[in-house]
Antibody, heavy 123, light 109 residues
Framework: QVQLVESGGGVVQPGQSLRLSCTAS????????FHWVRQSPGKGLEWLAH????????YYADSVKGRFTISRDNSKNTLFLQMNSLRSEDTAVYYC?????????????????WGQGTKVTVS | EIVLTQSPATLSLSPGERATLSCRAS??????LAWYQQRPGQAPRLLIY???NRATGIPARFSGSGSETDFTLTISSLEPEDLGVYYC???????????FGQGTKVEIK
């Protein structure tokens, strides 16, 4: 079935780096765009980054621009988030999500598949 | 940057009642708006895309409406399993970015 599975979370000290992975199955990974979204403890959802189907276009929220890098390996059906210079405020559950797609060119299809999340603690 | 403001912050209703959730954008997003449900301890789930289209497998009691800056998610008859936090989310093209509202918590009495 269609599935996203995140990994790589853990406890790190401020200033350190961490790389998250998101492995996809059940659909054609190389045809889809993806996002990283995080949720700090007790807070709402925060969009972080997007990558296009072929990796040629990336976009970032101001809060992580210059520190986080989204990338992908289409040969391994895997999405990545490299996080550098981590701060205590980066403590959160990190989700990967697939951008929805369809036949209508002017529709917004939302984020239609989500992983279960991986927890990152910066302390 | 487009800011989404959701209201109310919390909605407490009984099973069978109608729930109306609002999402207002700081500038027009056309119909590039989606709604998500997040049950306690779970990942978000897509409910509505392009403002008014139900995602696959979503019950007919969920409906979305609106365009430009004002959007509504309606749950016509609340079920106990509808408790959770509901988020609206937009995509803008110029500049290209995405953002979420702060969420509305739905409690079942």
């Amino acid at each position: 079935q269609v599935q996203l599975v995140e990994s790589g979370g853990g406890v790190v000290q401020p200033g350190q780096s961490l790389r998250l992975s998101c492995t996809a199955s059940g659909f054609t990974f190389s045809s889809e765009g993806f996002h990283w979204v995080r949720q700090s403890p007790g807070k709402g959802l925060e969009w972080l980054a997007h990558i296009s189907y072929d990796g040629s276009n990336t976009y970032y929220a101001d809060s992580v621009k210059g520190r986080f890098t989204i990338s992908r390996d289409n040969s391994k059906n895997t999405l990545f988030l490299q996080m550098n210079s981590l701060r205590s405020e980066d403590t959160a559950v990190y989700y990967c999500a697939k951008e929805g797609s369809g036949s209508a060119w002017d529709f917004y299809y939302g984020m239609d598949v989500w992983g279960q999340g991986t927890k990152v603690t910066v302390s | 940057e487009i800011v989404l403001t959701q209201s109310p912050a919390t909605l407490s209703l009984s099973p069978g009642e109608r729930a109306t959730l609002s999402c207002r954008a700081s500038q027009s997003v056309s119909t590039y708006l989606a709604w998500y449900q997040q049950r306690p301890g779970q990942a978000p789930r897509l409910l509505i895309y392009d403002a008014s289209n139900r995602a696959t497998g979503i019950p007919a009691r969920f409906s979305g409406s609106g365009s430009e800056t004002d959007f509504t998610l309606t749950i016509s008859s609340l079920e106990p399993e509808d408790l959770g936090v509901y988020y609206c989310q937009q995509r803008s093209n110029w500049p290209t970015s995405w953002s979420f509202g702060q969420g509305t918590k739905v409690e079942i009495k």
